[in-house]
């Protein structure tokens, strides 16, 4: 299993900007599809974007779509999330999580079919 590390987040005022980063381990993070998600205080986690193997590949949950871009870099093992236009909302902790191989649209959302995940980064959005 891959080791997982995200940065980046912090407080940032409505209509804002920040870019989470997850940094792995491992010679093969190019293999993993790797996801964000995201737990406001008092709710459940919630699947926020994804990317697979291909940078093409990516898929986003509908509250940030237009929003938020995901990307990776696996020369630098590292997955990143360009938040813009931030609201009160997108308050949360931020979670990367990673899956060795390949998922169908509909399972890259589903928490339990990633296999390593990352402590979080608090993400804080003033309005």
């Known amino acids: 299993q891959v080791q997982l590390a995200e940065s980046g987040g912090g407080l940032v005022q409505a209509g804002g900007s920040l870019r989470l980063s997850c940094a792995a381990s491992?010679?093969?993070?190019?293999?993993?599809?790797v996801g964000w998600f995201r737990q406001a205080p008092g709710k459940e986690r919630d699947f926020v974007a994804a990317?697979?193997?291909?940078?093409?590949?990516?898929y986003y949950a509908d509250s940030v779509k237009g929003r938020f871009t995901i990307s990776r870099d696996n020369a630098k093992n590292t997955v990143y999330l360009q938040m813009n236009s931030l609201k009160a909302e997108d308050t949360a902790v931020y979670y990367c999580a990673a899956h060795l191989g390949t998922m169908s649209s509909y399972g890259l959302r589903i928490q339990s079919n990633y296999d390593s995940w990352g402590q979080g980064t608090q993400v804080t959005v003033s309005s």
């Open positions: 990317i697979g193997w291909s940078a093409s590949i990516t």
């Open positions: 491992g010679p093969t993070f190019s293999t993993y599809t």
